[in-house]
Protein backbone atom coordinates (compact mmCIF):
# COMPACT_ATOMS: atom_id res chain seq x y z
CA UNK A 1 0.00 0.00 0.00
CA UNK A 2 1.14 3.25 -0.75
CA UNK A 3 1.49 5.78 2.29
CA UNK A 4 0.06 9.21 2.02
CA UNK A 5 3.81 10.70 3.16
CA UNK A 6 3.98 13.40 0.00
CA UNK A 7 0.58 14.84 1.62
CA UNK A 8 -1.37 14.20 5.05
CA UNK A 9 -4.55 15.89 3.13
CA UNK A 10 -6.22 16.17 -0.38
CA UNK A 11 -6.23 19.49 -1.51
CA UNK A 12 -8.64 20.74 -4.31
CA UNK A 13 -6.87 21.02 -7.58
CA UNK A 14 -10.21 22.59 -9.80
CA UNK A 15 -13.48 23.98 -8.62
CA UNK A 16 -15.54 27.00 -9.29
CA UNK A 17 -14.62 30.64 -8.54
CA UNK A 18 -17.03 33.09 -7.46
CA UNK A 19 -18.11 33.80 -11.00
CA UNK A 20 -19.03 29.86 -11.40
CA UNK A 21 -16.31 29.33 -13.34
CA UNK A 22 -13.24 26.83 -12.98
CA UNK A 23 -10.18 27.47 -12.18
CA UNK A 24 -6.98 25.23 -10.79
CA UNK A 25 -6.37 26.32 -6.91
CA UNK A 26 -2.78 28.14 -6.36
CA UNK A 27 -2.16 26.04 -3.25
CA UNK A 28 -2.71 22.57 -5.36
CA UNK A 29 -0.44 23.96 -8.01
CA UNK A 30 2.07 24.89 -5.66
CA UNK A 31 2.46 21.40 -4.54
CA UNK A 32 2.68 19.95 -8.28
CA UNK A 33 5.13 22.47 -8.72
CA UNK A 34 7.68 20.87 -6.06
CA UNK A 35 7.33 17.48 -7.98
CA UNK A 36 10.04 17.22 -10.36
CA UNK A 37 9.28 13.43 -10.90
CA UNK A 38 7.25 11.35 -13.13
CA UNK A 39 3.60 11.07 -12.46
CA UNK A 40 0.90 8.61 -12.74
CA UNK A 41 -1.99 10.19 -12.47
CA UNK A 42 -5.22 8.03 -12.25
CA UNK A 43 -8.74 9.48 -12.12
CA UNK A 44 -11.96 8.61 -11.11
CA UNK A 45 -15.40 9.59 -12.54
CA UNK A 46 -19.09 8.08 -12.15
CA UNK A 47 -22.03 9.49 -10.67
CA UNK A 48 -23.08 10.93 -7.19
CA UNK A 49 -23.15 8.74 -4.46
CA UNK A 50 -21.44 5.83 -5.94
CA UNK A 51 -18.22 5.46 -3.16
CA UNK A 52 -15.90 6.81 -5.91
CA UNK A 53 -13.99 8.95 -2.58
CA UNK A 54 -13.64 5.11 -0.95
CA UNK A 55 -11.51 3.37 -3.50
CA UNK A 56 -9.10 6.72 -4.09
CA UNK A 57 -8.73 6.49 -0.26
CA UNK A 58 -7.69 2.78 -0.58
CA UNK A 59 -5.44 3.23 -3.59
CA UNK A 60 -3.58 6.17 -1.24
CA UNK A 61 -3.50 3.23 1.42
CA UNK A 62 -5.54 5.34 4.07
CA UNK A 63 -8.84 4.68 5.42
CA UNK A 64 -10.04 8.33 5.39
CA UNK A 65 -8.76 11.37 3.02
CA UNK A 66 -10.79 12.22 0.42
CA UNK A 67 -14.51 12.89 1.68
CA UNK A 68 -17.15 10.20 2.29
CA UNK A 69 -20.45 10.66 2.37
CA UNK A 70 -23.68 8.76 3.76
CA UNK A 71 -26.13 10.96 3.09
CA UNK A 72 -27.97 11.76 -0.44
CA UNK A 73 -26.04 14.94 -0.77
CA UNK A 74 -22.67 14.93 -3.52
CA UNK A 75 -19.37 15.05 -1.01
CA UNK A 76 -17.32 15.84 -3.15
CA UNK A 77 -16.82 19.29 -5.36
CA UNK A 78 -14.64 20.02 -8.33
CA UNK A 79 -11.49 17.88 -8.54
CA UNK A 80 -9.65 16.83 -6.11
CA UNK A 81 -5.77 15.83 -5.38
CA UNK A 82 -3.50 13.55 -3.14
CA UNK A 83 -0.19 13.24 -4.03
CA UNK A 84 1.67 10.15 -2.22
CA UNK A 85 4.84 8.35 -3.46
CA UNK A 86 3.96 5.22 -6.05
CA UNK A 87 4.28 2.37 -3.99
CA UNK A 88 5.42 0.27 -7.18
CA UNK A 89 7.72 2.40 -9.48
CA UNK A 90 10.69 3.99 -7.34
CA UNK A 91 11.22 7.85 -8.20
CA UNK A 92 7.51 8.32 -9.31
CA UNK A 93 4.65 9.74 -7.38
CA UNK A 94 1.17 8.83 -7.43
CA UNK A 95 -1.50 11.75 -8.62
CA UNK A 96 -4.84 10.63 -7.36
CA UNK A 97 -7.89 12.91 -8.74
CA UNK A 98 -11.13 12.37 -7.08
CA UNK A 99 -13.88 13.79 -9.08
CA UNK A 100 -17.05 15.68 -8.09
CA UNK A 101 -20.29 13.55 -8.94
CA UNK A 102 -21.93 13.05 -12.07
CA UNK A 103 -25.79 13.87 -12.32
CA UNK A 104 -25.95 15.67 -8.77
CA UNK A 105 -30.13 16.49 -9.37
CA UNK A 106 -29.39 20.09 -6.81
CA UNK A 107 -26.33 21.09 -9.08
CA UNK A 108 -28.76 20.56 -12.38
CA UNK A 109 -25.32 21.83 -14.45
CA UNK A 110 -24.62 18.94 -17.36
CA UNK A 111 -21.94 21.46 -19.36
CA UNK A 112 -20.07 21.63 -15.86
CA UNK A 113 -20.62 17.87 -15.70
CA UNK A 114 -19.25 17.17 -18.99
CA UNK A 115 -16.29 19.65 -18.49
CA UNK A 116 -14.96 17.82 -15.63
CA UNK A 117 -15.27 14.27 -17.50
CA UNK A 118 -13.49 15.72 -19.87
CA UNK A 119 -10.57 17.22 -17.35
CA UNK A 120 -10.24 14.34 -16.07
CA UNK A 121 -9.91 12.26 -19.21
CA UNK A 122 -7.16 14.97 -20.10
CA UNK A 123 -5.38 15.17 -17.05
CA UNK A 124 -4.94 10.93 -16.76
CA UNK A 125 -2.87 8.19 -17.14
CA UNK A 126 -5.62 5.80 -16.18
CA UNK A 127 -9.43 6.88 -15.66
CA UNK A 128 -11.31 4.77 -13.63
CA UNK A 129 -15.12 5.02 -14.15
CA UNK A 130 -17.38 4.00 -11.30
CA UNK A 131 -20.96 2.69 -11.47
CA UNK A 132 -23.67 0.62 -9.00
CA UNK A 133 -25.48 -2.64 -9.92
CA UNK A 134 -24.54 -4.09 -13.61
CA UNK A 135 -23.29 -2.81 -17.02
CA UNK A 136 -26.38 -2.83 -18.60
CA UNK A 137 -27.77 -0.17 -21.27
CA UNK A 138 -28.41 2.33 -18.63
CA UNK A 139 -25.27 2.41 -17.39
CA UNK A 140 -24.00 2.83 -20.77
CA UNK A 141 -26.84 5.43 -21.56
CA UNK A 142 -25.68 7.02 -17.91
CA UNK A 143 -21.68 7.11 -19.68
CA UNK A 144 -23.29 9.45 -22.39
CA UNK A 145 -20.44 12.12 -21.48
CA UNK A 146 -18.18 9.61 -23.48
CA UNK A 147 -19.97 10.42 -26.74
CA UNK A 148 -19.15 13.58 -26.54
CA UNK A 149 -15.50 13.99 -26.21
CA UNK A 150 -15.02 14.56 -29.78
CA UNK A 151 -17.45 17.65 -29.46
CA UNK A 152 -15.29 18.62 -26.34
CA UNK A 153 -11.87 17.49 -26.64
CA UNK A 154 -9.55 18.32 -29.57
CA UNK A 155 -6.11 15.99 -30.77
CA UNK A 156 -4.71 17.85 -33.21
CA UNK A 157 -5.48 22.08 -33.85
CA UNK A 158 -6.35 21.51 -37.28
CA UNK A 159 -8.18 18.65 -38.39
CA UNK A 160 -9.53 18.39 -42.49
CA UNK A 161 -13.03 17.36 -43.62
CA UNK A 162 -12.42 14.23 -44.54
CA UNK A 163 -9.92 13.20 -41.77
CA UNK A 164 -12.17 11.57 -38.33
CA UNK A 165 -11.02 13.52 -35.21
CA UNK A 166 -11.50 10.55 -32.75
CA UNK A 167 -8.72 8.52 -34.83
CA UNK A 168 -5.91 10.05 -32.77
CA UNK A 169 -7.75 9.91 -29.28
CA UNK A 170 -6.90 5.90 -28.70
CA UNK A 171 -3.50 7.13 -28.72
CA UNK A 172 -3.44 9.89 -26.65
CA UNK A 173 -6.03 8.97 -23.99
CA UNK A 174 -5.89 7.06 -20.37
CA UNK A 175 -6.54 3.35 -20.15
CA UNK A 176 -10.21 3.05 -19.00
CA UNK A 177 -10.93 0.20 -15.79
CA UNK A 178 -14.56 0.29 -14.78
CA UNK A 179 -15.32 -0.42 -11.47
CA UNK A 180 -18.79 -1.72 -10.87
CA UNK A 181 -19.98 -1.63 -7.56
CA UNK A 182 -22.87 -4.01 -5.30
CA UNK A 183 -22.49 -6.20 -7.79
CA UNK A 184 -24.85 -9.70 -7.43
CA UNK A 185 -24.80 -11.44 -10.34
CA UNK A 186 -23.13 -14.39 -11.01
CA UNK A 187 -20.45 -13.99 -13.70
CA UNK A 188 -21.80 -16.72 -16.49
CA UNK A 189 -22.54 -16.56 -19.80
CA UNK A 190 -24.85 -19.71 -20.28
CA UNK A 191 -23.38 -22.08 -18.14
CA UNK A 192 -19.51 -21.14 -18.87
CA UNK A 193 -17.86 -18.66 -16.28
CA UNK A 194 -16.55 -15.65 -17.04
CA UNK A 195 -13.84 -13.06 -16.08
CA UNK A 196 -14.70 -9.43 -15.44
CA UNK A 197 -12.91 -8.75 -18.29
CA UNK A 198 -15.07 -10.83 -20.77
CA UNK A 199 -17.98 -9.36 -18.83
CA UNK A 200 -17.29 -5.87 -19.92
CA UNK A 201 -16.30 -7.26 -23.52
CA UNK A 202 -19.89 -8.65 -24.01
CA UNK A 203 -21.66 -5.61 -22.60
CA UNK A 204 -19.85 -3.62 -25.85
CA UNK A 205 -20.85 -6.02 -28.06
CA UNK A 206 -22.59 -4.04 -30.99
CA UNK A 207 -25.65 -4.33 -32.68
CA UNK A 208 -25.39 -5.29 -36.35
CA UNK A 209 -27.62 -2.78 -38.50
CA UNK A 210 -27.58 0.73 -38.96
CA UNK A 211 -31.19 1.87 -38.15
CA UNK A 212 -31.44 4.98 -35.59
CA UNK A 213 -31.99 2.76 -32.76
CA UNK A 214 -29.44 0.56 -33.41
CA UNK A 215 -27.32 3.87 -33.50
CA UNK A 216 -28.34 4.84 -30.65
CA UNK A 217 -27.44 1.70 -29.10
CA UNK A 218 -23.83 1.27 -30.27
CA UNK A 219 -22.95 4.75 -29.86
CA UNK A 220 -21.71 5.31 -26.23
CA UNK A 221 -20.33 1.11 -26.71
CA UNK A 222 -18.31 2.32 -29.97
CA UNK A 223 -17.24 5.55 -28.36
CA UNK A 224 -15.85 2.89 -25.37
CA UNK A 225 -14.49 0.55 -27.94
CA UNK A 226 -12.65 3.17 -29.95
CA UNK A 227 -11.30 5.87 -27.64
CA UNK A 228 -9.86 3.80 -25.02
CA UNK A 229 -7.00 1.17 -26.33
CA UNK A 230 -6.39 -0.44 -22.40
CA UNK A 231 -9.62 -1.44 -21.13
CA UNK A 232 -10.06 -3.57 -17.60
CA UNK A 233 -13.37 -4.29 -15.66
CA UNK A 234 -13.76 -4.77 -11.05
CA UNK A 235 -17.08 -5.88 -9.78
CA UNK A 236 -17.01 -5.81 -6.19
CA UNK A 237 -19.89 -7.01 -3.94
CA UNK A 238 -21.46 -5.08 -1.60
CA UNK A 239 -18.28 -3.92 0.70
CA UNK A 240 -20.71 -4.12 4.45
CA UNK A 241 -24.45 -3.93 5.64
CA UNK A 242 -26.40 -0.80 4.84
CA UNK A 243 -26.03 0.19 8.55
CA UNK A 244 -22.16 -0.33 8.50
CA UNK A 245 -22.00 1.07 4.99
CA UNK A 246 -22.97 4.75 6.77
CA UNK A 247 -19.28 4.31 8.62
CA UNK A 248 -17.02 3.21 6.12
CA UNK A 249 -14.18 5.28 7.10
CA UNK A 250 -14.01 3.76 10.97
CA UNK A 251 -14.96 0.02 9.37
CA UNK A 252 -11.61 -2.16 9.77
CA UNK A 253 -10.71 -4.60 7.14
CA UNK A 254 -12.10 -7.31 9.07
CA UNK A 255 -15.40 -6.01 9.26
CA UNK A 256 -15.31 -5.87 5.22
CA UNK A 257 -16.64 -8.31 3.17
CA UNK A 258 -14.21 -10.78 2.42
CA UNK A 259 -15.22 -10.55 -1.26
CA UNK A 260 -15.44 -7.30 -1.57
CA UNK A 261 -11.94 -6.89 0.23
CA UNK A 262 -10.06 -9.55 -2.46
CA UNK A 263 -11.39 -7.09 -5.02
CA UNK A 264 -10.31 -4.07 -4.13
CA UNK A 265 -6.81 -4.89 -3.05
CA UNK A 266 -6.57 -6.87 -6.58
CA UNK A 267 -7.83 -3.34 -8.03
CA UNK A 268 -5.55 -1.67 -6.21
CA UNK A 269 -2.46 -3.99 -7.32
CA UNK A 270 -3.41 -3.71 -10.79
CA UNK A 271 -3.22 0.09 -10.59
CA UNK A 272 -0.19 0.08 -9.12
CA UNK A 273 1.53 -2.13 -11.53
CA UNK A 274 -0.62 -1.27 -14.96
CA UNK A 275 -0.97 2.04 -14.81
CA UNK A 276 1.81 4.32 -16.83
CA UNK A 277 3.37 7.66 -16.28
CA UNK A 278 1.50 10.01 -17.67
CA UNK A 279 2.89 11.14 -21.17
CA UNK A 280 1.23 13.96 -23.71
CA UNK A 281 1.63 13.55 -28.00
CA UNK A 282 5.10 12.60 -28.75
CA UNK A 283 5.67 10.59 -26.00
CA UNK A 284 7.02 13.36 -23.67
CA UNK A 285 6.88 12.19 -19.93
CA UNK A 286 4.92 14.75 -17.23
CA UNK A 287 6.20 15.50 -14.49
CA UNK A 288 4.00 17.37 -11.50
CA UNK A 289 5.05 20.40 -12.44
CA UNK A 290 4.44 19.69 -15.98
CA UNK A 291 0.56 18.42 -14.90
CA UNK A 292 -0.08 21.36 -13.03
CA UNK A 293 0.48 23.56 -16.23
CA UNK A 294 -1.44 20.91 -17.96
CA UNK A 295 -3.89 21.53 -15.84
CA UNK A 296 -3.43 25.44 -16.25
CA UNK A 297 -3.81 25.48 -19.78
CA UNK A 298 -6.99 23.35 -20.17
CA UNK A 299 -9.14 25.22 -17.91
CA UNK A 300 -8.05 28.22 -19.31
CA UNK A 301 -9.42 27.15 -22.92
CA UNK A 302 -12.66 25.95 -20.91
CA UNK A 303 -12.72 29.15 -19.39
CA UNK A 304 -12.41 31.55 -22.46
CA UNK A 305 -14.71 28.65 -24.30
CA UNK A 306 -12.28 26.91 -26.77
CA UNK A 307 -12.56 23.40 -26.77
CA UNK A 308 -9.09 22.31 -25.12
CA UNK A 309 -6.29 20.73 -27.69
CA UNK A 310 -3.34 18.12 -26.98
CA UNK A 311 -1.55 19.65 -29.88
CA UNK A 312 -2.36 23.15 -28.94
CA UNK A 313 -1.45 22.41 -24.69
CA UNK A 314 1.57 20.79 -25.67
CA UNK A 315 2.87 23.52 -27.59
CA UNK A 316 1.88 25.95 -24.69
CA UNK A 317 3.67 23.39 -21.95
CA UNK A 318 6.97 23.31 -24.08
CA UNK A 319 6.98 27.74 -23.76
CA UNK A 320 6.77 27.23 -19.89
CA UNK A 321 8.59 24.21 -19.43
CA UNK A 322 11.51 25.65 -21.55
CA UNK A 323 11.45 28.72 -20.08
CA UNK A 324 11.98 27.32 -16.57
CA UNK A 325 14.82 25.00 -17.99
CA UNK A 326 16.84 27.97 -19.62
CA UNK A 327 16.18 29.93 -15.83
CA UNK A 328 17.96 26.93 -14.18
CA UNK A 329 20.48 26.43 -15.95
CA UNK A 330 21.45 29.86 -16.04
CA UNK A 331 21.21 29.55 -12.47
CA UNK A 332 23.36 26.72 -12.42
CA UNK A 333 25.61 28.28 -14.42
CA UNK A 334 26.12 31.59 -12.68
CA UNK A 335 26.73 29.29 -9.35
CA UNK A 336 29.46 26.91 -10.98
CA UNK A 337 30.98 30.02 -12.36
CA UNK A 338 31.05 31.90 -8.73
CA UNK A 339 31.94 28.15 -6.69
CA UNK A 340 35.29 27.23 -8.80
CA UNK A 341 36.27 30.69 -10.60
CA UNK A 342 38.36 32.65 -8.29
CA UNK A 343 39.67 35.66 -9.29
CA UNK A 344 42.12 37.26 -10.55
CA UNK A 345 42.95 34.57 -12.70
CA UNK A 346 44.41 34.02 -16.48
CA UNK A 347 41.95 34.44 -19.34
CA UNK A 348 42.84 30.87 -20.42
CA UNK A 349 42.14 29.22 -17.33
CA UNK A 350 38.71 32.06 -16.80
CA UNK A 351 37.50 30.52 -19.89
CA UNK A 352 38.25 26.65 -19.50
CA UNK A 353 36.06 27.06 -16.32
CA UNK A 354 33.27 29.02 -18.18
CA UNK A 355 33.47 26.23 -20.74
CA UNK A 356 32.96 23.21 -18.13
CA UNK A 357 30.01 25.14 -16.38
CA UNK A 358 28.80 25.51 -20.32
CA UNK A 359 28.28 22.18 -20.36
CA UNK A 360 27.06 21.35 -17.56
CA UNK A 361 24.21 23.97 -17.78
CA UNK A 362 23.25 22.53 -21.18
CA UNK A 363 23.07 19.29 -19.24
CA UNK A 364 21.11 20.91 -16.77
CA UNK A 365 18.72 22.36 -19.74
CA UNK A 366 18.59 19.14 -20.99
CA UNK A 367 17.08 17.09 -18.54
CA UNK A 368 14.71 19.92 -17.54
CA UNK A 369 13.27 21.24 -20.73
CA UNK A 370 10.14 19.83 -22.92
CA UNK A 371 10.30 18.83 -26.48
CA UNK A 372 7.05 19.73 -28.67
CA UNK A 373 6.65 16.56 -30.86
CA UNK A 374 6.71 19.93 -33.98
CA UNK A 375 9.28 21.67 -32.12
CA UNK A 376 12.85 19.73 -31.41
CA UNK A 377 14.83 22.76 -29.85
CA UNK A 378 18.30 22.86 -30.88
CA UNK A 379 19.06 22.66 -27.07
CA UNK A 380 22.83 22.98 -27.06
CA UNK A 381 23.21 26.33 -29.49
CA UNK A 382 20.30 27.81 -27.71
CA UNK A 383 21.79 27.57 -24.25
CA UNK A 384 25.10 28.47 -26.06
CA UNK A 385 23.50 31.74 -27.09
CA UNK A 386 21.81 32.68 -23.63
CA UNK A 387 24.98 32.07 -21.37
CA UNK A 388 26.91 34.02 -23.80
CA UNK A 389 25.02 37.11 -23.50
CA UNK A 390 24.31 37.32 -20.19
CA UNK A 391 27.47 36.76 -18.96
Not at 108 to 118: L, M
Not at 280 to 307: C, H, M, P, W
Request: aromatic fraction near 8%; hydrophobic fraction near 40%.
Amino acid sequence: MACGGFMSAPVCLIENDENGKLHVNKKAKDILDGIHEPVVVVSVVGLYRTGKSYLMNRLAGQQSGFALGSTIESKTKGIWMWCVPHPKKKGHTLVLLDTEGLGDVEKGDEKHDTWIFCLAVLLSSTLVYNSLGVIDNMALEKLHYVTELTENIRVKAEVSQDEDGSTDFMRVFPSFVWAVRDFTLELKRGDKLITSDEYLEGSLKLKPGSSSQNEQYNLPRRCLRHFFAVKKCFVFPRPASTQNMRKMEKLTEKELDSEFLEQANNFCCYIYNNSEPKTVTGGQTVTGTALGNLADVYVEAIRSGKVPCLENAVVSLAKIQNVCAVEQAMKFYMNEMLSIAQLPMHLEELSDIHKIAEKKAIEVFITTSFNDIDQIYQKELMVQYLLTNKT
